[in-house]
């Protein structure tokens, strides 16, 4: 069996967005309270507390604060299991020390376990989460298989969705005896070996006019809505929060839902291409590129981000995984510089030139990117 997350997006009701939202409350509460408690005990000269110890703790916060009752229990184990991990990550100088939570800047997501039915797909339509009974949601089609968690977020536009992680039995695609290599790239999002390029849509720059606008409305309405809370503090002593100035969350909402639709145009373009890739090719090279090191240039990483080599990476990764393919990564030093023909390294050339011409077998014409992607196919079938 393996496990996949299915993402669906919820349309709660009024009474149920107050009870999500209080449960987000809730859980930031008992994060709160806990990082508090492993903070004085520490100060105290007392021992960290474990995961297994703070779930004993949870029963009787629950008796100290009874409004945690309200909360999902099973949500309040996977907080303090997330602060037994944060403290995890921060022995091993993985990350910093773990900071209380926020309602200024709150973590606006909580996990349920699946416990004798709780979660539960009903037509098709709605969706059965503890504590919130039937809510509707759209994309429940693709759950056809055991549901063991669920994590409930609203989004930064004000949308809430729901990610299933369930179990199911992989199939793998028929074996082709094919193989491919490809090269990454910006003008060409991927060059393979076999000629084919795929064209960069470059979807952050097909609305860059529409999102900076909204940006820069949503910059200036904050502006003077922070004027008027130091006026009103000034005049009468009374602190307003900036979530209370509609103007303001609205411009803040409309460049989130652009932010939204890049996400997902460029999501669904790497979804299918890379799920043509598993089914038509056995083995599948790549470079494995430090898309860190790239981003220091900041001409190009702007493009590069849009580009996200860094995912086309990781979707390969599991689906070969899936659907019984090998994916195989490869240094890329040197593969635009040496002819897939001879193997002579003709060395470093300029991006203006596009094709690759070799002085030593006297091959020309050849694209320089589909070069590099038979250079790749090499190196990870010389490394197999």
Not at 83 to 92: E, G, N, Q, T
Not at 249 to 278: F, G, H, M, P
Not at 359 to 377: K, M, Q, S
Request: glycine residues 6%; proline residues 2%.
């Amino acid at each position: 069996m393996i496990l996949k997350g299915v993402k669906v997006r919820l349309y709660p009701t009024a009474a149920q967005q107050e009870a999500i939202e209080n449960n987000f409350r809730l859980n930031r509460f008992l994060w709160n309270q806990l990082l508090g408690m492993q903070i004085a005990r520490h100060e105290n000269g007392g021992s960290f507390v474990n995961k297994f110890g703070m779930n004993y703790l949870i029963k009787a916060m629950k008796i100290e604060f009874p409004f945690l009752k309200e909360a999902e229990s099973t949500s309040l184990l996977y907080t303090s299991a997330d602060l037994a991990d944060s403290y995890d990550r921060f022995f091993k100088k993985q990350n910093g020390f773990p900071g209380f939570k926020s309602r200024r800047h709150p973590k606006n997501s909580y996990k349920s376990n699946c416990v004798n039915g709780n979660i539960q797909v009903a037509d098709n339509h709605c969706l059965k989460l503890p504590k919130l009974g039937l809510v509707k949601a759209n994309g429940l089609q693709r759950v056809k298989d055991r549901i063991k968690s669920v994590v409930v977020r609203k989004k930064a536009d004000g949308t809430f969705e729901a990610t299933l992680l369930v179990a199911f039995e992989a199939k793998t695609f028929a074996s082709t005896g094919k193989a491919v290599g490809i090269d990454l790239g910006l003008t060409d999002l991927a060059s393979q070996s076999d000629g084919f390029k795929l064209r960069n849509k470059q979807f952050e720059r097909s609305l860059a006019k529409r999102k900076r606008q909204w940006q820069r409305k949503f910059a200036r309405r904050r502006l003077l809505a922070l004027k008027k809370i130091e006026v009103r503090k000034q005049a009468t002593g009374e602190n307003l929060e900036l979530s209370t100035f509609k103007n303001v969350q609205k411009a803040k909402e409309q460049v989130a839902r652009i932010n939204k639709k890049i996400a997902n145009q460029r999501n669904d373009y790497l979804q299918k291409y890379t799920t043509r890739l598993v089914k038509k090719y056995d083995l599948i090279a790549m470079e494995d590129l430090k898309t860190k090191n790239f981003l220091q240039n900041h001409h190009l990483s702007r493009s590069i981000s849009d580009a996200a080599w860094a995912r086309i990476k990781s979707m390969l990764a599991y689906k070969c995984e899936w659907y019984g393919k090998e994916l195989v990564l490869v240094n890329p030093a040197y593969t635009s510089q040496i002819c897939a023909h001879c193997g002579e390294n003709t060395g470093k050339k300029p991006l203006c030139i596009r094709t690759f011409d070799c002085p030593h077998c006297h091959t020309t014409g050849i694209d320089r990117d589909v070069n590099a992607a038979i250079n790749i196919l090499n190196k990870a079938l010389a490394q197999r």
